[in-house]
């Protein structure tokens, strides 16, 4: 079954250093989303893409952070600058084969990011 | 979106039938209601979902009132590696739209006990 691959499965940075998250999303998926995830805390919804651009962001989706589809397999986020509050599991997800909704998302298994 | 509510928490006893309830009674008519789940620090997995009638998969069946207020997701012989946090989300799915993101709430840590 095809799946939604992260690289790093963990990222260890200093406070305000750049980092980017890769994923490889489902072949032929049209739709990609980021969500975090702090330890203990609910899965937040950061940013969806579609047709490569941004098609909504929550307000934690700060001008740190930027989405990028650099090739017609990656997906990646990119954080500027980052700081201690960013630490967090980090998944992407993918829907959407056809220009239809009502599909479901499928998630990677993520990325930790730990910033010190 | 319409909100949900879930248990904290269930027990099941390996092999039997776990239902897991979900109330979300201001629901719209042209929302969804999507199950998944978390198993540890895992990516959330989908598992099923469904508008108005009731689905079947290889993983669970999804029941849903008539009212559509309420559902109840089954497993029906659960093992030791369903145990996870359970899930339900009620989304607007469209057409064309890009966005249609999921909003998790706590959910539901259910325990499958040997």
């Known amino acids: 079954e095809p799946e939604v691959t992260q690289t790093p499965s963990h990222q260890v940075t200093q406070m305000g250093q750049e980092v980017i998250l890769r994923c490889v999303p489902i072949s032929n998926h049209l739709y990609f989303y980021w969500y975090r995830q702090i330890l203990g805390q609910k899965v937040e919804f950061l940013v969806s893409?579609?047709?490569?651009?941004?098609?909504?962001k929550s307000e934690i989706f700060d001008d740190q952070f930027s989405v990028e589809r650099p090739d017609g397999s990656n997906f990646t986020l990119k954080i500027r600058s980052t700081k201690l509050e960013d630490s967090a599991m980090y998944f992407c997800?993918?829907?959407?084969?056809?220009?239809?909704?009502?599909?479901?998302?499928?998630f990677g298994d993520g990325t930790r990011l730990s910033i010190l | 979106d319409a909100k949900t509510t879930q248990p904290p928490s269930m027990d099941c006893a390996e092999g039997r039938a776990a239902n897991l309830p979900c109330n979300h009674s201001?629901?719209?008519?042209?929302?969804?209601v999507y199950w998944y789940r978390q198993i540890h620090s895992q990516g959330p997995q989908y598992i099923i979902h469904?508008?108005?009638n009731n689905e079947t998969n290889e993983m669970a069946s999804l029941i849903i009132t008539e009212d559509r207020k309420s559902s109840t997701l089954i497993l029906p012989h659960a093992t030791l590696r369903d145990t996870a946090v359970y899930y339900c989300i009620v989304r607007v799915m469209g057409v064309g739209t890009g966005a249609n993101n999921l909003f998790f709430g706590t959910g539901t840590r259910l325990t499958v006990i040997p």
């Open positions: 469904g508008l108005k």
């Open positions: 893409f579609y047709n490569n651009e941004i098609s909504e």
């Open positions: 997800a993918s829907a959407g084969d056809r220009h239809s909704g009502n599909q479901p998302q499928h």
């Open positions: 201001t629901i719209s008519g042209n929302e969804y």
